[in-house]
């Protein structure tokens, strides 16, 4: 039996703490985030300027920016560089969450939603109505997590730049906070139901654009189109769901939305990216021109990818061996292999971290395995496993 250790890994820029590492240095190779060494982390998520871990018995951690109460907790310092347990929700355990442009969103194993951040758009949910001089509702920033979407059984949730999203176990999507295009701001904070969907197995949100998949293997979107990140063949806003086009006769498994790009992954380990283009974030090489509807990413075809993950400005696609392949821009070291150039052209992050000792304290050989990547804005997060050689195999 192999022996499997796990580390928790970050890169990139390291201004707000948001690599965890107990400095704000940006790091353009791989740097293990020790202070969760002694946590069994199963999920990690990369915000634009912050970050969380999830354990298996449900603890949650975060660590980063913490200006507008984004780490679950009052502000005492504006970033904090060491992960640390969000306290209010120690009794419940979370099972999967997501950040947004400055709120994040959180779930349990009950299907009760969390919210905590700036709520200035009404993004963390129903609160009771505050008003300032002229009558204008007023917002504060959550910084204690709240329950929201109370009266809803949530699977996923999924945070925008102003907006969230969250799947519920029926398999619908119910949305709130401010939306793109702006529509009727009446009832913000509370969740309306995305019309027209139903079975939604999955639901992915960038900047201002949604995803949702569906049973079916449908995909379809709504929300900002600047850069075509719908997939519509059009770069027109849509505040119902449109079917992304091109997508038909692919069995899709995974869905990924950056700020402003989109991929899909299917059943064979292929990717299909769209949106914007800028900085080669959708790998397509030198053509970093945006694309109005999916395309197949060539430069990954035989890597057979099992998760892909974008982020404002880059994208890293994992394989099903363990391996990691980023592209996009490159300064503050976000692709994490050591040259800060920008680039379409997908290439190898190596894992360079010491081996990991066997409990008599010598290193067995082996390498470490990738087995879950996030993109933020600046940063990369990812999940790596020592996979030991074991000495019958080389019999």
């Known amino acids: ?23 704000n240095e940006e790091k353009e190779w791989v740097c293990a985030v020790k202070a969760l060494a002694a946590q069994n982390v199963c999920s990690v998520v990369a915000g634009s300027r912050n970050s969380l871990a999830i354990c298996e018995d449900g603890k949650l951690f975060t660590w980063g920016w913490n200006q507008r109460g984004t780490l ?20 419940a355990k979370i099972v999967q969450a997501a950040i947004g442009g400055w709120h994040c969103l959180a779930v349990d194993d009950q299907g009760r939603a969390y919210a905590w951040g700036g709520n200035e758009y009404g993004q963390c949910g129903e609160e009771p109505e505050r008003k300032d001089d002229t009558g204008r509702p007023l917002r504060r920033d959550i910084t204690i997590p709240q329950r929201c979407a109370s009266k809803l059984s949530v699977r996923q949730v999924a945070a925008g730049g102003t907006h969230s999203v ?5 398999g619908h999507v119910w949305t709130w906070g401010q939306p793109w295009p702006p529509g009727d701001i009446k009832q913000i904070s509370t969740p309306v139901r995305v019309q027209g969907l139903e079975k939604v197995r999955l639901i992915a949100v960038g900047a201002f654009h949604n995803l949702a998949l569906l049973e079916d293997g449908i995909l379809w979107a709504w929300g900002n189109n600047e850069y075509g990140q719908l997939g519509t063949g059009d770069t027109q806003p849509r505040s119902q769901p449109i079917a992304v086009q091109g997508l038909s006769d692919l069995t899709l498994v995974d869905i990924a939305a950056g700020g402003w790009h989109s991929t899909a992954l299917t059943d064979d380990g292929e990717v299909y ?3 914007r283009g800028e900085h080669g974030r959708l790998g397509f090489g030198d053509d970093k021109s945006s694309k109005m509807v999916p395309q197949k990413v060539q430069l990954l ?7 892909i993950s974008c982020g404002g400005t880059h994208s890293v696609a994992l394989t099903r061996n363990g391996r990691m392949f980023s592209f996009g821009r490159g300064d503050h070291g976000r692709l994490g292999y050591g040259r800060k150039v920008t680039t379409g052209h997908p290439m190898e992050v190596p894992i360079n971290l010491p081996p990991a000792t066997n409990l008599s304290g010598s290193g067995a050989g082996g390498h470490w395995c990738s087995k879950l990547v996030a993109c933020g804005g600046r940063h990369t997060l990812a999940i790596v496993e020592w996979l030991a050689h074991e000495p019958e195999q080389l019999i």
């Open 273 to 275: 990216g769209w949106g």
């Open 166 to 170: 969250v799947l519920t176990r029926e």
């Open 72 to 91: 679950g907790h009052p502000p005492e310092t504006k970033t904090e560089n060491i992960p640390s347990q969000v306290k209010a929700l120690a009794n």
């Open 1 to 23: 039996m192999a022996t499997k250790t796990k580390a928790i890994i970050s890169w990139g820029s390291g201004e707000d703490g948001q690599l965890g590492i107990g400095n």
């Open 301 to 307: 075809v035989g890597e057979d990818i099992v998760q």
